[in-house]
């Protein structure tokens, strides 16, 4: 054991990435700061910006709106900064999952891991789906399972070369979406207050009717949904840190920034959608992922008379999708390939090429969704009943990586460690996390209050069913192995990659 684990804390150290000419069981630090920093743009920017962001204002008005996105966004904030904290005390592919099992208990890491794996291949089938559907835009008369099969084998090969082509690749469609939010924001600014078109729109929509705030605070707490979901995908960032050149250097870069972006971007989008189109607009409501036409960002881009807004908008919409299903291929492959070094899955999948590609993974993640995709062609049903009831997935790994802070910090001081050993500190901590947390419940437990209400057992399973299927898999685990909870005094806190009460675990990874 004790060669296996110095031959793996080599292959760590290696800059070059540590996989011999015949591969290994290392992946390569390849990603640069500039590459994660737009990893984690990426992650906040999709097409629940570019989409759906028009009905939280349809739901609770322009005010209403603007406050649920503000709090989400806080909130993710404060959530980022506890994972960056982490991330850079220990980068591990394995993120969030290994972060569980280390610093709370091994069982809930299999269970985080598992689920969080899952609900990334459903997605990524769901995203390819929609990229036929924005293709079919273009090509109407083109069967639309020719073209999810050419996204997917796409991503794949993208994957399936070195870490460095999914990072390149992230960057320049991450690079399509800002440049698309500025001129938004521009040409929106320019007709609020008459810059460029005349005569000014102004700030009347703010007062329309029962503007700003419709339906009060049972509204905005709706549209909490819509805006959480809008931002999962931001934790990506901290699976990137077993990967990072200088995870130290460039992951707390990326989350500091993603305060502002999601200021810039995310509010200061929402408030010219809210000043441009009033909330009673049925369009608002019409905008879906497929239905292009009816999005807020096409419905300005048409009224400030920009030709093609439509065609436009779809293009920008389908590079978001692109970038959803590698990002997802990346991190639910790497999220497989961490769960087999941590011997919660087949060994096979802990095994690189020797460009450091997780290939077992990454196949097994793809075929995943590829069979998911299929299930909507034999069996739509079943293939919504799987997109719906993975849809909670993302907050259960957010608290997961609230409670791993929370105790992990904890941990550290009580074994006499002081907070300024850390390379980067998480913001008003325990205050962050705390709220992060309580957040995430809050949404979780308000995902559908009428099923509560009128006690339908059916919807209420299909949509808990992540909950349920974590509380499956943690009980089960904690069952057949006996795991307990880490005791604080007993926790690891060195820098050590060794998950207590885990059987064979002797992985060192320096940070």
Known sequence: MKQQSRSRAKASDDPQGGAGAGGGNAVQRSLRTRHISMIA????????????????IAKAGPGGGLVAYAAMGIMVYFLMTSLGE???????????ASYSARFVDPALGFAMGWDYWLNWTISGAVDISTAALLIQY?????????????????VFLINALAV????????????????????FLVIGFAMIFGIMFHPAEGLRNFTYKDAPFVGGLPAIMSVFLIAGYSFQGTEVVGVTAGESKDPSKAVPKAINEVFWRILLFYILSIFVIAALIPYTSPNLLGASDANIAMSPFTLVFQR??????????????????????????????RMLYALAQDHYAPKIFAHTTKHGIPMAALIA???MSLATFTTSIFGQSFYLWLVTATGLTGFIAWIGIALSHLRFRRAFKLQGHDV???????????????LAMALCLIVIAGQDIPSMASLNWSHMAMTYFSVVLVLVLYLGYKFINHTKIVKLKDMDVSGT????GHRNQTTDIPV
């Open 86 to 96: 982490l991330a850079t005390y220990m980068p591990v592919s394995g993120s969030f």
């Open 304 to 333: 400030a008379g920009l030709a093609g807004a439509a065609s436009v908008m779809n293009a920008v919409v389908l590079t978001s999708i692109l970038s959803a299903v590698n990002t997802g291929a990346y991190a639910s492959s």
């Open 420 to 434: 300024s050993e850390l390379k980067y500190h998480s913001r008003l901590y325990p205050l962050g996390p705390l």
């Open 164 to 183: 460095s082509a999914f990072g390149e690749t992230e960057f320049w469609l991450s690079l399509i979406k800002v440049a698309t939010i500025i001129v």
């Open 497 to 500: 990659d060794v998950i207590p």
């Open 365 to 367: 993640t793809v075929c």
């Open 41 to 56: 743009l990426g992650g906040c920017i999709g097409t629940g910006l570019f989409m759906t962001s028009g009905s939280t």
């Open 138 to 154: 273009w090509l109407p008369n083109t069967p639309g399972w020719i073209w999810s099969l050419l996204v997917l084998v796409i």
